[in-house]
């Protein structure tokens, strides 16, 4: 266990249910916690289990006779010879401690041994799959285990992702780095304790979040302003047709809005009916996409390729609209407008292919519509905030049989609700906790701030059963449980609402006495562990978390993300994954392919992340590889997983690693291929995964 939190890591739980009972869970708060009532104590008389404690057991203290000393035993210090493997130099540190060390001051004790320029709070030390505690002591985290051990199985040094990611500008963005580290959301997303508004909702923002509002489509609505943050995958929506229009003005020349309701008029189509995903400065550069309903439907479409060609013409609104903002009254003095419509040829085979529904295509289209110059520091912003969000949650799927890729990502900006938030006198722990839901439910939640997501709602809308933990709003600090609660299916987006949370009194329920029953009055949170299908257990490990919010005040939304189920992946396994030597490749690959590329650095990552997908008959998976780093043997071990999994090796050496490789195709297997181009692995991958 770590000293920052459990993770899913830590539990040798296979793939939730497909059909959980409820949203959300897991990790023990630091909160004051009010033990709660046993399962063999509730009710059982009828008594109300709100007035039932549990008994604290007492013990009778014991005393040595007088006049007679009492022995202090001692336990002796073992002294060890560790060797640790510190990944940031590729070196051994060979160094001398003992077993009543902390793990704390071992790391500090390396770092100071290799020359690490960093501070030792920057790393964690990884054994045996697991990041240790660095509160627990060598003696207790088992190293005296290593002593023996194999080069491969050395204890090894690692920096922590979120600095990591300061050096490697290709994790979160291109690749998803399998890592063994217990990955602290408030950390990572940089959401310090008792937040200022500034910290919550930047001024850098504010201009932008203006603009968007105004220019946005209004189908659908979500009762909040939302900013969309780059996606780093290729999206579902980025094959749907779009229409590229180049205005001869410039963007503060005139109103966006007012000229999308001009070419609404040429199109014949409703204003809402087009979403502005972008506009670029220069000559105003707009990149606009269609409802569903009309960019999978081949007729419409045709109809609007044909007015397409007459938006230059002098007859029509958007010229008119040219000239009115140039004061022009002869016509034919106007610079044209420039329309460019793509995709159109894709149409059928999207129609024919497509798994969304038309409103989740729509949902996404709304929530990724970006109607506004991004000046470039706002946009860097954007990026870094999208990277630390898709690793915190990607992280979380790693261990999961079920694939997600993310969708969509926007960020959450209502001063209203900040407002109360800061304002609510609910003292104690504030934690980032996820709350699993589905596209019909989004405005409801946001333009109440899930107020009729209470269990405890008169009307029972909005709620999928009576609370078994209590009437509130459940949360959980699992992303991976959410996605079961929220019922995710293939054909469907699943939202993930990442919300700041005050828990104030926090009271730990153990049974399912509260089932549909108001919350205690005299707590504020309460809090379950419970089991995949959502059932409480009395457990120290192998649990999830569930926690139930009384107020809505106790609550404020910071980001949504949308998830859609995959059967796919890349795994590249390579030592220097997170170097900068092959990022211009990573780069090419998340541009073609809607899939997620893990990036492991060692073998034995590597292997569990294949074992525990490819337990799912239908994920389909391909496999890079570097031919060092003992490649044969991690070739070889993937063909035990599963003997059809395809594998390519990309290498510099192509000759010597492909004699081996020949070799284990030679038994029956499938060809391992063997190159020393991208251009090789692109195709490799594309033959594999065909569209």
């Known amino acids: 266990m770590s000293s920052r939190m459990l993770d899913l890591r830590d539990f040798e739980m296979s793939e939730l249910d497909r059909n959980p009972p409820r949203d959300l869970p897991y990790h023990a708060p630091h909160s004051r916690l009010v033990s709660g009532p046993s399962s063999e104590m509730t009710n059982e008389e009828g008594t109300d289990s709100e007035d039932m404690e549990t008994p604290v057991p007492t013990k009778t203290a014991t005393h040595p006779p007088p006049n007679i000393a009492t022995p202090v035993l001692t336990k002796p210090i073992i002294h060890l010879f560790l060797k640790i493997r510190v990944r940031p130099t590729g070196t051994i540190c060979e160094l001398e401690t003992t077993d009543s060390v902390l793990i704390g001051k071992l790391i500090k004790d390396v770092c100071q041994k290799s020359g690490l320029n960093q501070p030792a709070d920057h790393y964690y030390l990884m054994y045996n799959g697991q990041e240790l505690n660095v509160n627990s002591t060598v003696g207790e985290s088992g190293l005296i285990n290593s002593i023996n051990s194999t080069d491969e199985n050395y204890?090894?040094?690692?920096?922590?992702?979120?600095?990591?990611?300061?050096?490697?500008?290709?994790?979160?963005?291109?690749?998803?780095?399998?890592?063994?580290?217990?990955?602290?959301?408030?950390?990572?997303?940089?959401?310090?304790?008792?937040?200022?508004?500034e910290q919550i909702l930047p001024k850098i923002l504010e201009p932008l979040i203006k603009t968007i509002d105004r220019n946005k489509s209004q189908s659908p609505k979500i009762s909040s302003n939302l900013v969309s943050m780059p996606v780093f995958t290729k999206q579902v929506i980025d094959d749907l047709p779009t229409l590229h229009i180049t205005l001869p003005l410039k963007p503060n020349e005139f109103d966006s809005n007012a000229f999308m309701q001009c070419l609404a008029a040429d199109l014949a189509i409703d204003r809402n009916d087009m979403f502005l995903m972008s506009i670029q400065e220069g000559s105003t550069k707009y990149k606009i996409k269609f409802k569903a309903d009309i960019s999978l439907n081949p007729e419409k479409m045709k109809q609007i390729a044909a007015r397409v060609n007459m938006i230059a013409l002098p007859s029509s609104k958007s010229t008119a609209f040219i000239a009115q903002q140039k004061s022009l009254d002869n016509i034919e003095e106007i610079p044209k407008i420039e329309a460019n419509l793509?995709?159109?040829?894709?149409?059928?085979?999207?129609?024919?292919?497509?798994?969304?529904?038309?409103?989740?295509?729509?949902?996404?289209?709304s929530l990724m519509q970006r109607p506004a110059i991004v000046d470039p520091p706002i946009w860097e912003y954007l990026i870094q905030k999208s990277r630390k969000i898709s690793i915190g949650i990607l992280h979380a799927f790693q261990t999961s049989e079920i694939e997600y890729v993310i969708e969509s990502m926007s960020l959450v900006h209502n001063e209203e609700v900040y407002h109360?938030?800061?304002?609510?006198?609910?003292?104690?722990?504030?934690?980032?906790?996820?709350?699993?839901?589905?596209?019909?439910?989004?405005?409801?939640?946001?333009?109440?701030?899930?107020?009729?997501?209470?269990?405890?709602?008169p009307d029972h809308?909005?709620?999928?059963?009576?609370?078994?933990?209590?009437?509130?709003?459940?949360?959980?600090?699992?992303?991976?449980?959410?996605?079961?609660?929220?019922?995710?299916?293939?054909?469907?987006?699943?939202?993930?609402?990442?919300?700041?949370?005050?828990?104030?009194?926090?009271?730990?329920?153990?049974?399912?006495?509260y089932q549909g029953k108001p919350m205690r009055t005299d707590s504020d949170t309460h809090y379950v562990?419970?089991?995949?299908?959502?059932?409480?257990?009395?457990?120290?490990?192998?649990?999830?978390?569930?926690?139930?919010?009384?107020?809505s005040e106790q609550i404020l939304p910071l980001y949504i993300i949308g998830l859609r189920q995959v059967q796919?992946?890349?795994?590249?396994?390579?030592?220097?994954?997170?170097?900068?030597?092959?990022?211009?490749?990573?780069?090419?690959?998340?541009?073609?392919?809607?899939?997620?590329?893990?990036?492991?650095?060692?073998?034995?990552?590597?292997?569990?992340?294949?074992?525990?997908?490819?337990?799912?008959?239908?994920?389909?998976?391909?496999?890079?590889t570097n031919g060092a780093d003992n490649g044969k043997h991690f070739a070889q071990e993937c063909r035990k997983i599963r003997v059809t999994v395809p594998i390519i090796v990309f290498c510099s050496n192509v000759h010597f690693h492909q004699q081996w490789a020949t070799e284990i195709s030679g038994s029956g297997q499938p060809p391992i291929q063997v190159t020393g181009g991208s251009n090789s692995v692109f195709t490799f991958i594309s033959a594999n995964f065909p569209s």
């Open 155 to 197: 204890p090894e040094l690692r920096l922590k992702f979120l600095h990591l990611l300061n050096q490697s500008p290709h994790l979160a963005t291109n690749i998803i780095l399998t890592t063994p580290e217990e990955l602290v959301y408030r950390e990572l997303f940089e959401i310090p304790y008792s937040p200022t508004q």
């Open 342 to 365: 793509d995709g159109i040829s894709e149409i059928a085979h999207l129609s024919s292919s497509k798994t969304l529904a038309y409103d989740d295509i729509n949902a996404l289209l």
């Open 420 to 457: 109360k938030y800061s304002k609510c006198t609910v003292d104690g722990e504030e934690k980032i906790l996820f709350h699993g839901t589905k596209l019909h439910n989004l405005n409801n939640i946001f333009g109440t701030n899930f107020k009729t997501f209470y269990t405890a709602n």
């Open 461 to 513: 809308i909005h709620i999928t059963d009576s609370g078994w933990y209590g009437q509130g709003v459940y949360f959980s600090s699992s992303p991976k449980y959410c996605a079961t609660y929220a019922g995710s299916t293939p054909n469907g987006i699943m939202y993930l609402i990442c919300s700041l949370i005050k828990l104030g009194e926090v009271y730990h329920v153990k049974d399912m006495s």
């Open 529 to 551: 562990k419970v089991n995949h299908s959502g059932h409480p257990i009395n457990a120290e490990h192998s649990f999830f978390e569930e926690f139930v919010i009384k107020q």
């Open 568 to 624: 796919r992946f890349v795994l590249w396994r390579d030592a220097k994954i997170t170097n900068s030597e092959n990022s211009n490749v990573f780069t090419q690959m998340k541009g073609r392919y809607s899939f997620n590329i893990y990036g492991s650095e060692t073998t034995s990552e590597a292997l569990a992340v294949l074992k525990l997908k490819l337990a799912d008959p239908s994920m389909q998976c391909v496999v890079v």
